[in-house]
């Protein structure tokens, strides 16, 4: 009788959870969304955006086969420019480093002789210092691709070097100021071209 009484209160023991229903176990905790950085550091990212303002300059249409008299012809050219740019900038600790390329549309024009410089493409690299997180100040130098307007379309190229300064509205969003000068040259036909062209614009661009 005592071995019974053992056994029945073991086999109570192992089926009483059975019976008693699941075990509430605590719903997994939501997921944590954690927004990526736009940028490691302030000027760390790439950028894009537009810019917009004035350009001149002046040059000379020359003839070599002119041996006799004057075969220089001086030209003196502005008018508006805008356009789009991008790059990206490695920054450690203040220094920036970074390349960029940028394309301005305009009609730098001269119409005594006819002469207009159309666009520009610049393909240069920028050294910036930055002593905050929101202002920054570079020096660029590189390569430029042009087209210009004679007695018909031709190219130009040439080399590149500027100036400019940044300031970080927000996170992403930036205005800056840009000073770029450009010493080019080309040939349509018989004549030889040489132009210098300086642009003076303001950009406002985006970080990411």
Same mark, same amino acid.
């Given at each position: 009788m005592t071995r019974l009484t053992i056994s029945a209160a073991a086999l109570m023991a192992i089926t009483t959870p059975v019976f008693a229903g699941p075990v509430a176990v605590p719903p997994p905790p939501p997921p944590v969304y954690v927004e990526p950085e736009r940028c490691p550091l302030a000027f760390d990212c790439f950028y894009l955006g537009l810019e917009a303002g004035y350009g001149h300059g002046t040059g000379n249409q020359f003839n070599p086969a002119v041996t006799q008299g004057n075969g220089d012809t001086p030209l003196d050219y502005d008018g508006a $420019? *805008? !356009? /789009?740019?991008?790059?990206?900038?490695? @920054?450690?600790? #203040?220094?920036?480093?970074?390349?960029?390329?940028? +394309?301005?549309?305009?009609?730098?024009?001269?119409?005594?002789?006819?002469?207009?410089?159309?666009?520009?493409?610049?393909?240069?690299?920028?050294?910036?210092?930055?002593?905050?997180?929101?202002?920054? $100040? *570079? !020096? /660029?130098?590189?390569?430029?691709?042009? @087209?210009?307007? #004679?007695?018909?379309?031709?190219?130009?190229?040439? +080399?590149?070097?500027?100036?400019?300064?940044e300031f970080n509205v927000s996170e992403s969003f930036f205005i800056g100021a840009d000073l770029t000068a450009r010493q080019l040259e080309g040939t349509l036909g018989a004549f030889e071209y040489d132009a210098d062209v300086h642009t003076a614009t303001i950009r406002a661009g985006f970080r990411f």
């Open positions: $420019v *805008y !356009g /789009a740019f991008a790059g990206y900038n490695f @920054q450690n600790g #203040a220094m920036v480093y970074g390349g960029e390329v940028r +394309f301005l549309h305009g009609n730098l024009s001269d119409d005594t002789p006819v002469f207009e410089v159309n666009s520009l493409i610049d393909l240069r690299g920028r050294i910036g210092y930055a002593p905050s997180d929101s202002f920054m $100040v *570079y !020096g /660029a130098l590189g390569y430029t691709l042009a @087209q210009a307007t #004679a007695a018909s379309d031709f190219d130009m190229d040439g +080399f590149n070097a500027g100036i400019g300064a």
